[in-house]
């Protein structure tokens, strides 16, 4: 299964990174959730469940909309590794 990963600079430094992994059936993370998850998600296999692992941005670049686009392009990244 894939695992993706993508960062922000500006100006040559680093500002914000995210990285994750799809869920597949045989993942122990469905276990960690706060809420039970039925059966036909566990077995949905990483098509629609995404684990983010890390989404941060530094203090300095908070508020300028970085971890919404950070989601977004991991996840389109994510979508053209799994065609």
């Given at each position: 299964?894939?695992?993706?990963?993508?960062?922000?600079?500006?100006g040559g430094e680093p500002v914000g990174m995210?990285?994750?992994?799809?869920l597949g059936p045989g993942t122990g993370r469905?276990?960690?959730l706060a809420e039970p998850v039925s059966a036909?998600?566990?077995?949905?296999?990483?098509?629609?469940?995404?684990?983010?692992?890390?989404?941060?941005?530094?203090?300095?670049?908070?508020?300028?909309?970085?971890?919404?686009?950070?989601?977004?392009?991991?996840?389109?990244?994510?979508?053209?590794?799994?065609?």
């Amino acid at each position: 299964m894939p695992t993706g990963g993508d960062s922000f600079c500006e100006g040559g430094e680093p500002v914000g990174m995210a990285y994750g992994h799809p869920l597949g059936p045989g993942t122990g993370r469905w276990d960690e959730l706060a809420e039970p998850v039925s059966a036909d998600m566990r077995r949905e296999g990483g098509q629609l469940a995404f684990w983010f692992m890390e989404l941060v941005v530094r203090g300095p670049w908070r508020g300028r909309g970085l971890v919404r686009r950070l989601h977004e392009v991991l996840l389109d990244v994510m979508l053209l590794e799994l065609r």
